[in-house]
């Protein structure tokens, strides 16, 4: 596929797919929020980061790359940022995060069984995200409401007392 990118000293490029040694993602975004941002220093880093990964869906190599040399931000303070919060991805994610909990209290209750019937359904490894790109599949140790075991987070949401049933019932909910 050729699609136009920007090469490092800013001047229109044409892609010409892999191998071709440019910047193939798309920067737009990238420097829509690094204007809004602007200036930006090392104390803006984990807002910018959100920002990017809004936008993206993930922080890719070469954006991060691209935003260090215009910030200045090395890029070694970003990749350190980035491992240790758990809410940012250098690979692609599902438009939606299912979490599933495989804490004690959770476990007692038939977690395994609502996590395998929720592999199933929507067809992914844990750790993974569907060919689709709907879902990406995480196990937590605890997610704080073990009252409600055993519970499921789909983004934002909590879903307590669980069946197999009731759990395939709600990813369909999602698209
Ligand atoms: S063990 Fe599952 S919410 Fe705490």
Do not use: W
């Amino acid at each position: 596929m050729t699609e136009v990118s920007k090469g490092h000293a800013g001047e229109p490029h044409v892609h010409r797919g892999e191998g071709c040694g440019c910047l193939a993602a798309d920067l737009a975004k990238a420097e829509e929020i690094l204007a809004e941002l602007s200036p930006v220093d090392s104390g803006d880093l984990i807002p910018l980061l959100q920002r990017l990964q809004d936008a993206y869906g993930y922080l890719p190599a070469d954006v991060l790359a691209e935003v260090s040399e215009r910030t200045g931000i090395p890029l070694s303070r970003m990749y350190g940022v980035i491992t240790f919060y758990t809410q940012f991805s250098t690979t692609p994610r599902g438009r939606h995060t299912i979490r599933c909990c495989t804490g004690t209290a959770c476990h007692v209750r038939g977690a395994k069984d609502v996590a395998e019937a929720l592999l199933h359904e929507v067809d992914v490894e844990v750790g993974g995200t569907t060919a689709d790109g709907r879902f990406t599949f995480e196990n937590v140790a605890c997610l704080g409401t073990c009252f409600l075991a055993p519970v499921v987070m789909v983004d934002d949401e909590y879903f307590g007392q669980l069946t197999p049933a009731k759990a395939r019932a709600i990813v369909k909910n999602y698209s």
